[in-house]
Every structure is written in C-alpha cells, then in structure tokens.
C-alpha cells in the first residue's frame, strides 16, 4: 500500500534561534520511500544533516529569527500488514543480551526504574515471562492512563503518569517502557507517523504518535517487537521516525532559544497505488 505522509511546522523565533529537527523517516524505512522526504524550511537558510548516537536522522540549521516554517510532502510504500505478533517470544536473561541492548535496561530521564520496580514486580512479578508479560504490562498501562490532549504536559515522566493517571501518547509510552525495564525487558521509545488507517477516524487524530519496543528471544533469534500502550491494538501503517532512551532522545524539534509554535499540520493517509505526487522543487 501507498501512505502519503506529510507536515507543515512553524514557529516564531526572537533573534537568531539555533533548531534542531527528528522528522524525516528512520534510515531502515528509507528504503521505502517513493518520494523524497527531504525538509524544506521557509525562509530558506543552510541545512545539515547528521545521525545521532542512536541511529535516526536529524536536521540542524539556524533560524535567523521571526517566523521558521519547515515542511516536507512524500509517499511511502508499506506492508499493509499489523505490527508483528509472536506470542511465543522468550525473555532473555539478562547475562544473555548484547552490549547494544543493555542500556535499554537503564532508567532514563522520564522512565524511573528505581521509583517504579516495586511497583512493576507487585503488579507483575507473577505473570508469564517474555510476550505474555509485555502484553500484561501494555493492557495496564492503557487501562491506567486516561488520554487527554488537554492535559499534555512535557515534563511528566512515567512516574508522574502512574500517579496522575493522565497523559496523552507519550505518557502510555514512557509508563510502560518504564515498566518493561523494570522486569528485565528491555524497552525503547519510538516516535513516527500514524494515520488512522484500518481503524475508524480518532477523533484524536494520531498523524504523530509514540509507541515502543521491546526486544525478545523470537522463533529467530533475538529481535525488536512493536507495542502501542495508547491503542492496545496491533496497527497498520507505522513509519518510525525515531528510537531512543525516552522523548529526550526523539524530540520531533528542539530549540537553543524561545521558539513559540505558530503552526503545526500533520497527514498520514493511504493513497490508490495509482496514485501520483507532485513534488515541489
């Protein structure tokens, strides 16, 4: 299938204002691309691109000030299929993971595993190991966590979210990757495009979303599995854009200076294989 994915982001800047920006596709979907993702930026100033330590894409430049709009308008192809499901997946111990992996197990600055591994053991140190006990962590989670976009706050951790029992996508995300490490699993955040394709309209719309993975001892060795605390449900059409420790490591933007947001468009949608885009120069 095709998925037009697309953005247009603002914002007002006072004096020269250096951003920085997550948005473009991760490298292993890059492949997938019919059409260029490349940011375009009004006005146009110089652009660079560099990977970070964790492997996504990011875009620096230097807005000069006043009003900074970034965009970008492409067609990637996808599956069509759900997230993965393997049931019978293990939990590895933890002598047993790769360097790579281990840091996966460590708290980070919205997932504080010393503030919530009692908790995770009371509430699920009798569960299955391995898929079962990530699915029993995901359900929770959803069930504890009543989304609102009204009470969207950046600063609250995983922690906070157990507590206040609120958030939006990013919430249900650091709560359960939380969570996860506490038992051993280990867990990242992700951050991507998700339309709502295959489901009916949400009334919040979820262009932007977060999810997690989590890595398991599979029918093929060890690998990343997808997990969506938010839904609770296996989707079609995920485009990562990022991966990473916590929404620290993905910010779709970050400023060095006050950047107030003016504008903020996002569509991810399924196009007729016949479909064609026009890309502006």
Known sequence: ???????????????????????????????????????????????????????????????????????????????????????????????????????????????????????????????????????????????RIRFDYQLADATRSAFDGYNQQVGVCRDYAHLAVALCRCMNIPARYCTGYLGDIGVPVDINPMDFSAWFEVYLNGPNGGRWYTFDARHDARRIGRIVIARGRDATDVAISTSFGTALLAQFDVHTDAVPDDFVLMQAA
């Open 1 to 143: 299938m095709k998925i037009r994915t697309g953005y247009t982001i603002g914002y007002d800047t006072f004096g020269p204002t250096a951003l920085t920006y997550q948005l473009n596709v991760h490298p292993s979907r890059a492949i997938d691309l019919l059409t260029s993702d490349a940011m375009r930026v009004d006005p146009p100033v110089p652009m660079r691109t560099y990977t970070d330590g964790f492997g996504n894409t990011c875009v620096r430049l230097l807005s000069p000030g006043g009003r900074i709009t970034v965009s970008a308008d492409f067609l990637i192809v996808d599956s069509g299929e759900l997230d993965a499901y393997e049931p019978t997946a293990q939990q590895f111990a933890v002598p047993d993971l790769s360097d790579d992996v281990l840091v996966f197990l460590l708290g980070s600055r919205y997932c504080e595993t010393d503030k919530l591994s009692g908790i995770a053991w009371s509430l699920f140190g009798n569960t299955q190991e391995g898929w079962a006990r990530v699915q029993a962590i995901v359900t929770w989670v959803h069930q």
